[in-house]
């Protein structure tokens, strides 16, 4: 087994493509997942506040494995990502890891946060748990077996996402009805889009900023130029079902986006909205109209895409949900 370290381009190497595509292009929404692989892989080489260095691993001259050192400046001190990790089964992760160390350790790096490729705002996650469920869209890909390989690395801490789904509403509906009705008086108006304006993109994009900055686990702050790079307008519309857009005298204070997997499936993204008006039931308000849409639409399903463990929306009920897939993202010391 040869580790080489390589120069980055701003495309993937080919090798990492076609392995890539070997691993998981028979599984549906394939190319959905292998583009936003793709976007990561050179959103690393092209950003200046990002030092990427990529490792392959190579048996009788074809790749085996692949892992990447992703030393972003705008992390605590010491901290980086490790991520694009993809592995043969039969490959024990300890030399690989050891190489991946060793270069770490060589940058000044002691905690090691992943496996992510890019950053938190993109696309991966590994698979902790999962039913016989095909990937929906915008779903990360992992192999089952890359939980327990990294598992084995010892981290010192575990951040668990699921996604789940639900296929009756009436309950739901019936229990966060309360805070839709309320919103009229209390000043706050949802309005529905299917086209995002450079404005409205902006005003997301300090939302986001506002509301992630304060979940730790990882988070970089994106400037507006890469904020548009991963969720310009024309990216959003091409995958956008409805962007839901909270106001308050006129004033963005909240969103939440929706996607189609297919005729009868709806994908719930994040529901976000501004420290000062959490706790108001408005998530739930957001939710409400979400599913009463899908109602009218003709959905049949809602699936509720990568949802951090700790979240608990208040009063949302999840006993009629099944939760399909569970992710897990770690805190290696190194």
Same mark, same amino acid.
């Given at each position: *087994?040869?580790?080489?370290?390589?120069?980055?381009?701003? +495309?993937?190497?080919?090798?990492?493509?076609?392995?890539?595509?070997?691993?998981?292009?028979?599984?549906?929404?394939?190319?959905?997942?292998?583009?936003?692989?793709?976007?990561?892989?050179?959103?690393?080489?092209?950003?200046?506040?990002?030092?990427?260095?990529?490792?392959?691993?190579?048996?009788?001259?074809?790749?085996?494995?692949?892992?990447?050192?992703?030393?972003?400046?705008?992390?605590?001190?010491?901290?980086?990502?490790?991520?694009?990790?993809?592995?043969?089964?039969?490959?024990?992760?300890?030399?690989?890891?050891?190489?991946?160390?060793?270069?770490?350790?060589?940058?000044?790096?002691?905690?090691?946060?992943?496996?992510? +490729?890019?950053?938190?705002?993109?696309?991966?996650?590994?698979?902790?748990?999962?039913?016989?469920?095909?990937?929906?869209?915008? &779903?990360? *890909?992992?192999?089952?077996?890359?939980?327990?390989?990294?598992?084995? *690395?010892?981290?010192?801490?575990?951040?668990?996402?699921?996604?789940?789904?639900?296929?009756?509403?009436?309950?739901? *509906?019936?229990?966060?009805?309360?805070?839709?009705?309320?919103?009229?008086?209390?000043?706050? $108006?949802?309005?529905?889009?299917?086209?995002?304006?450079? &404005?409205?993109?902006?005003?997301?994009?300090?939302?986001?900023?506002?509301?992630?900055?304060?979940?730790?686990?990882?988070?970089?702050?994106?400037?507006?130029?890469?904020?548009?790079?991963?969720?310009?307008?024309?990216?959003?519309?091409?995958?956008?079902?409805?962007?839901?857009?909270?106001?308050?005298?006129?004033?963005?204070?909240?969103?939440?986006?929706?996607?189609? $997997?297919?005729?009868?499936?709806?994908?719930?993204?994040?529901?976000?909205?501004?420290?000062?008006?959490?706790?108001?039931?408005?998530?739930?308000?957001?939710?409400?109209?979400?599913?009463?849409?899908?109602?009218?639409?003709?959905?049949?399903?809602?699936?509720?895409?990568?949802?951090?463990? $700790?979240?608990?929306?208040? +009063?949302?009920?999840?006993?009629?949900?099944?939760?399909?897939?569970?992710?897990?993202?770690?805190?290696?010391?190194?």
């Amino acid at each position: *087994m040869k580790i080489i370290k390589y120069q980055p381009r701003e +495309n993937p190497i080919p090798e990492l493509l076609t392995f890539v595509r070997e691993k998981y292009g028979d599984k549906k929404n394939f190319d959905f997942f292998f583009s936003d692989f793709q976007k990561a892989y050179s959103f690393c080489v092209e950003n200046p506040n990002i030092n990427f260095i990529p490792f392959s691993i190579l048996e009788d001259k074809q790749l085996v494995a692949h892992i990447a050192l992703i030393i972003d400046k705008r992390l605590p001190r010491g901290k980086a990502f490790l991520g694009f990790f993809e592995i043969n089964q039969r490959l024990p992760l300890f030399e690989i890891w050891e190489k991946l160390r060793e270069e770490a350790r060589k940058m000044g790096i002691s905690r090691l946060l992943g496996p992510v +490729n890019g950053s938190i705002w993109h696309q991966y996650r590994c698979i902790k748990g999962t039913d016989d469920s095909e990937y929906f869209k915008s &779903e990360p *890909m992992s192999e089952s077996y890359y939980y327990k390989l990294l598992t084995q *690395m010892k981290p010192v801490s575990e951040v668990s996402y699921y996604s789940a789904s639900r296929e009756k509403f009436d309950k739901v *509906m019936r229990v966060i009805e309360t805070g839709f009705k309320k919103l009229a008086t209390a000043g706050f $108006e949802i309005k529905e889009v299917r086209k995002v304006s450079y &404005e409205q993109l902006g005003t997301i994009a300090e939302i986001s900023r506002i509301v992630f900055s304060n979940t730790g686990w990882g988070y970089t702050e994106l400037t507006d130029k890469e904020f548009l790079q991963l969720y310009s307008s024309d990216k959003l519309e091409l995958h956008l079902n409805k962007l839901y857009l909270l106001f308050k005298d006129q004033q963005i204070v909240g969103y939440c986006g929706t996607s189609k $997997e297919n005729e009868r499936t709806l994908i719930l993204k994040t529901i976000c909205i501004l420290p000062k008006y959490q706790g108001l039931g408005l998530g739930n308000a957001i939710a409400y109209k979400v599913h009463l849409d899908a109602q009218k639409e003709g959905f049949k399903k809602v699936i509720y895409a990568l949802i951090r463990e $700790e979240n608990q929306v208040k +009063n949302f009920p999840k006993d009629d949900t099944v939760i399909f897939r569970r992710y897990a993202a770690f805190e290696f010391k190194i």
